[in-house]
């Protein structure tokens, strides 16, 4: 393979160096013919139309256009400008006279289109087999499936011969094949990015997906996206910040051990705990939750509204041309004419009843664990059995658009198989920004090769926030810090960790007591006469910042507190009055050293000396 690395920082790096798009276009049609698989591409720009895109693109501009000279593939339910869409079924293919809103904004940022790519058809499947073309190899195995729906997608980024893809997710779409190809399967909260100009699978959960060799190349494609479209009656505002540091001790829920499900896999199970002990050694703090729920919501996506949906999305097709579809795909939302308005209105009661009783659990924690599948199979064995193996690979994806979570799914090594592993990290609407960051660094402490490619993992640049400066600094010193019990308050406000600091040595730090929740005082003294303490800075918006002061209870204020790298802030400062039976802890440096090291009295004692 062409020793041009296609990872965006790579690709640009090489562009400032003088390397001209003419030489990625050769490079792109060189990958395809050695890849040799048919059933990658449906359809392919010609390099002549390529060419003339990226002349249009003018000089090499990196800060106007982030995605300057880059080659994306894009599945072929989503619509592209003179090339056909077929959404997997010849029979159906139209020629859009313009961009899915998704496509437009991605070649604004300067990326280019290399062509359209395979897909389960109508989107409606896991596996990556569901197709009248030809199947996609998979990139790491070719005796697995690729993964579906984006089989496509995923294939092509995996081989490097796009930077990323294209896919849709709304059973998991975007995650499944990203795990089977050893890359990064970004699915951002829905409505996050416009599905204008995409061809609905269930309308009221389709999300547009983005497979990238690294988190940081994905997240870089879901900022230039990322836009509410009057177009799209579902889209809506979603932050789309820069990365910055994650909190160093973020909650991560993980399903019980007794809930866990890999289907006799003990490869993947395996595989599924080093993952969860490298999350400790990044710091993570792991919570154990009970999943029948979420399994059950996840149960509910091939039953009633769900399906009576993916029937609605083509019904006019289906009735004229049922014998054109393929069989499996005919026979799963052919189900839904059996399907009554009131077996709709169940599936969105039992919905929504098992919204209300999750809600609570999603927010108890920073973000979710789970293994992107709980299984890989085989072709043979999908063929065999093409139902149960798929729904099987949904486990741990079904549930997570119905229940309005964001998710990225990254390779974390390899099985003992030498199969590639895999986990997804998930959290609530919103928090896509938090399951990158986090992704990033757990993606790299897998030591892997990107994809296919052998490429190895490019180094890893400090992440640099771009907070908006109407945010408020506020420093936090004890309950409120990351992992303690109090930081959900602050993430529900839309908080923002932006570091991890110390005060200057005019501190003293204590334990309070008859407190329901252990929290410390902070007081100021002379200087001189305290300590540095631990602390973290977060941001808040100036309405978050003032309901969350209004709501601090006493003896605890806000006053401005100052910080060793000679800034200040406004944050947690104790009144004196209610230091009676306090416990001066300042010797311990910090309220988390204080309950690390404490031991089973979280009130403690104060350290000897």
Same mark, same amino acid.
């Given at each position: 393979?062409?020793? $041009?690395?296609?990872?965006?920082?790579?690709?640009?790096?090489?562009?400032?160096?003088?390397?001209?798009?003419?030489?990625?276009?050769?490079?792109?049609?060189?990958?395809?013919?050695?890849?040799?698989?048919?059933?990658?591409?449906?359809?392919?720009?010609?390099?002549?139309?390529?060419?003339?895109?990226?002349?249009?693109?003018?000089?090499?501009?990196?800060?106007?256009?982030?995605?300057?000279?880059?080659?994306?593939?894009?599945?072929?339910?989503?619509?592209?400008?003179?090339?056909?869409?077929?959404?997997?079924?010849?029979?159906?293919?139209?020629?859009?006279?313009?961009?899915?809103?998704?496509?437009?904004?991605?070649?604004?940022?300067?990326?280019?289109?290399?062509?359209?790519?395979?897909?389960?058809?109508?989107?409606?499947?896991?596996?990556?087999?569901?197709?009248?073309? +030809?199947?996609?190899?998979?990139?790491?195995?070719?005796?697995?499936?690729?993964?579906?729906?984006?089989?496509?997608?995923?294939?092509? *980024?995996?081989?490097? $011969?796009?930077?990323?893809?294209?896919?849709?997710?709304?059973?998991?779409?975007?995650?499944?094949?990203?795990?089977?190809?050893?890359?990064? @399967?970004?699915?951002?909260?829905?409505?996050?990015?416009?599905? #204008?100009?995409?061809?609905?699978? !269930?309308?009221?959960?389709?999300?547009?997906? =983005?497979?990238?060799?690294?988190?940081?190349?994905?997240?870089?494609?879901?900022?230039?996206?990322?836009?509410?479209?009057?177009?799209?009656?579902?889209?809506?505002?979603?932050?789309?910040?820069?990365?910055?540091?994650? +909190?160093?001790?973020?909650?991560?829920?993980?399903?019980?051990?007794?809930?866990?499900?890999?289907?006799?896999?003990?490869?993947?199970?395996?595989?599924?705990?080093?993952?969860?002990?490298?999350?400790?050694?990044?710091? !993570?703090?792991?919570?154990?939750?009970?999943?029948?729920?979420?399994?059950?919501?996840?149960?509910?996506?091939?039953?009633?509204?769900?399906?009576?949906?993916?029937?609605?999305?083509?019904?006019?097709?289906?009735?004229?041309?049922?014998?054109?579809?393929? /069989?499996?795909?005919?026979?799963? $939302?052919?189900?839904?004419?059996?399907?009554?308005? *009131?077996?709709?209105?169940? @599936?969105?009661?039992?919905?929504? #009843?098992?919204?209300?009783?999750?809600?609570?659990?999603?927010?108890?924690?920073?973000?979710?664990?789970?293994?992107?599948?709980?299984?890989?199979?085989?072709?043979?064995?999908?063929?065999?059995?093409?139902?149960?193996?798929?729904?099987?690979?949904?486990?741990?994806?079904?549930?997570?658009?119905?229940?309005?979570? !964001?998710? $990225?799914?990254?390779?974390?090594?390899?099985?003992?198989?030498?199969?590639? %592993?895999?986990?997804?990290?998930?959290?609530?609407?919103?928090?896509?920004?938090?399951?990158?960051?986090?992704?990033?660094?757990?993606?790299?402490?897998?030591?892997?090769?990107?994809?296919?490619?052998?490429?190895?993992?490019?180094?890893?640049?400090?992440?640099?926030?771009?907070?908006?400066?109407? %945010?408020?600094?506020?420093?936090?010193?004890?309950?409120?810090?990351?992992?303690?019990?109090?930081?959900?308050?602050?993430?529900?406000?839309?908080?923002?960790?932006?570091?991890?600091?110390?005060? =200057?040595?005019?501190?003293?730090?204590?334990?309070?007591?008859?407190?329901?929740?252990?929290?410390?005082?902070?007081?100021?003294?002379?200087?001189?006469?305290?300590?540095?303490?631990?602390?973290?800075?977060?941001?808040?918006?100036?309405?978050?910042?003032?309901?969350?002061?209004?709501?601090?209870?006493? /003896?605890?204020?806000?006053?401005?507190?100052?910080?060793?790298?000679?800034?200040?802030?406004?944050?947690?400062?104790?009144?004196?009055?209610?230091?009676?039976?306090?416990?001066?802890?300042?010797?311990?440096?910090?309220?988390?050293?204080?309950?690390?090291?404490?031991?089973?009295?979280?009130?403690? *004692?104060?350290?000897?000396?």
């Amino acid at each position: 393979m062409s020793e $041009i690395r296609f990872d965006i920082g790579s690709l640009h790096a090489a562009y400032a160096s003088g390397m001209s798009v003419a030489t990625v276009v050769e490079t792109v049609f060189q990958r395809i013919a050695e890849a040799d698989d048919p059933g990658i591409f449906i359809h392919l720009a010609s390099k002549a139309e390529m060419l003339a895109e990226a002349e249009a693109l003018g000089g090499f501009d990196p800060v106007a256009k982030p995605l300057w000279g880059v080659p994306f593939a894009v599945k072929d339910n989503i619509d592209v400008a003179g090339m056909p869409t077929t959404a997997g079924c010849a029979e159906y293919a139209y020629l859009p006279t313009k961009d899915a809103t998704v496509v437009a904004h991605l070649r604004a940022a300067g990326a280019l289109v290399v062509g359209k790519t395979n897909l389960d058809q109508f989107a409606t499947g896991l596996v990556g087999v569901r197709t009248p073309y +030809p199947i996609p190899r998979n990139a790491i195995d070719p005796k697995l499936v690729p993964g579906g729906s984006s089989c496509g997608s995923a294939v092509a *980024t995996a081989r490097g $011969i796009v930077s990323f893809a294209l896919g849709t997710d709304t059973a998991g779409s975007g995650r499944i094949p990203a795990g089977l190809n050893n890359i990064v @399967g970004l699915k951002p909260t829905v409505g996050a990015l416009s599905a #204008a100009g995409v061809v609905p699978a !269930c309308r009221t959960l389709d999300c547009v997906s =983005v497979f990238a060799l690294t988190v940081d190349d994905a997240y870089s494609v879901f900022r230039a996206a990322a836009a509410k479209d009057d177009a799209d009656p579902y889209s809506r505002v979603i932050a789309a910040p820069s990365l910055g540091p994650r +909190p160093p001790v973020p909650s991560v829920g993980i399903p019980a051990k007794t809930d866990r499900q890999f289907f006799g896999d003990a490869a993947m199970q395996a595989g599924f705990e080093t993952a969860l002990r490298t999350l400790e050694q990044l710091g !993570c703090r792991l919570v154990e939750i009970p999943f029948g729920d979420f399994y059950a919501t996840a149960n509910l996506l091939y039953e009633g509204a769900w399906v009576a949906e993916r029937y609605a999305a083509i019904a006019d097709f289906m009735e004229a041309n049922e014998a054109a579809m393929h /069989p499996v795909t005919r026979t799963i $939302i052919g189900g839904a004419r059996k399907l009554s308005a *009131t077996d709709a209105f169940k @599936g969105f009661y039992a919905l929504q #009843a098992y919204k209300a009783g999750l809600a609570p659990v999603i927010a108890s924690v920073d973000l979710f664990c789970v293994p992107t599948a709980p299984t890989h199979y085989s072709l043979a064995a999908v063929l065999a059995d093409p139902i149960v193996t798929n729904s099987r690979l949904g486990t741990y994806t079904n549930f997570v658009n119905l229940l309005d979570m !964001c998710g $990225i799914a990254v390779p974390t090594g390899k099985r003992d198989d030498g199969l590639p %592993m895999s986990v997804t990290l998930l959290a609530a609407a919103g928090k896509d920004a938090l399951t990158a960051a986090l992704g990033s660094e757990l993606h790299a402490a897998g030591g892997l090769g990107l994809g296919a490619t052998g490429w190895p993992m490019p180094a890893s640049s400090a992440k640099t926030p771009d907070f908006d400066d109407a %945010m408020i600094e506020l420093v936090v010193v004890g309950a409120h810090l990351s992992g303690m019990p109090l930081n959900g308050q602050l993430c529900a406000l839309g908080g923002r960790m932006s570091r991890i600091a110390k005060t =200057v040595a005019s501190y003293q730090l204590y334990a309070l007591a008859g407190q329901s929740v252990p929290k410390p005082g902070l007081v100021r003294v002379a200087d001189g006469n305290g300590a540095a303490i631990d602390v973290e800075v977060w941001r808040l918006s100036a309405d978050a910042f003032g309901r969350f002061v209004a709501a601090i209870p006493p /003896p605890l204020g806000i006053g401005t507190i100052e910080l060793d790298d000679g800034t200040s802030a406004k944050g947690f400062l104790v009144e004196t009055a209610g230091l009676s039976q306090a416990i001066d802890i300042s010797a311990y440096g910090g309220w988390r050293s204080f309950i690390a090291k404490a031991g089973g009295n979280r009130l403690g *004692t104060a350290p000897a000396g």
